[in-house]
């Protein structure tokens, strides 16, 4: 069974950076993508940020993070990241690392394992 351990999230002020980074073990055919979502405060659903394959190394990034967010992946690490720059207070929210099967303009229900998440609370 896939472990997901996301670590790196904190406080930072916006316009500031943060990396998160996303521990991956027991990965099988079943996880050849992986993802990063967030969930804001007050009951809002969590939403896609970005994913990547880990054979080629596709990305698809979401409209509201691209050109200030990148997702990347180490192989021999095992490890996949998500650089996130120029970060606004909106930006706030605990962040999910996801296991799944779709890069390409994926939803919640093409990743079946999640890690516990981090937060990032943007300051402004």
């Known amino acids: 069974q896939v472990q997901l351990v996301e670590s790196g999230g904190g406080l930072v002020q916006a316009g500031g950076s943060l990396r998160l980074s996303c521990a991956v073990s027991?990965?099988?055919?079943?996880?050849?993508?992986m993802g990063w979502f967030r969930q804001a405060p007050a009951g809002k659903e969590r939403e896609f940020v970005a994913?990547?394959?880990?054979?080629?190394?596709?990305?698809y990034h979401a409209d509201s993070v691209k050109g200030r967010f990148t997702i990347s992946r180490d192989n021999a690490k095992n490890t996949v990241y998500l650089q996130m720059n120029i970060l606004k207070p909106e930006d706030m929210a605990v962040y999910y690392c996801?296991?799944?099967?779709?890069?390409?303009?994926?939803?919640?229900?093409?990743?079946?394992?999640w890690g516990q998440g981090t937060q990032v609370t943007v300051s402004s």
């Open positions: 996801a296991a799944g099967t779709k890069w390409y303009r994926p939803t919640r229900v093409d990743f079946g394992s």
């Open positions: 994913a990547i394959s880990w054979n080629v190394g596709r990305t």
């Open positions: 027991g990965r099988t055919f079943t996880t050849n993508v």
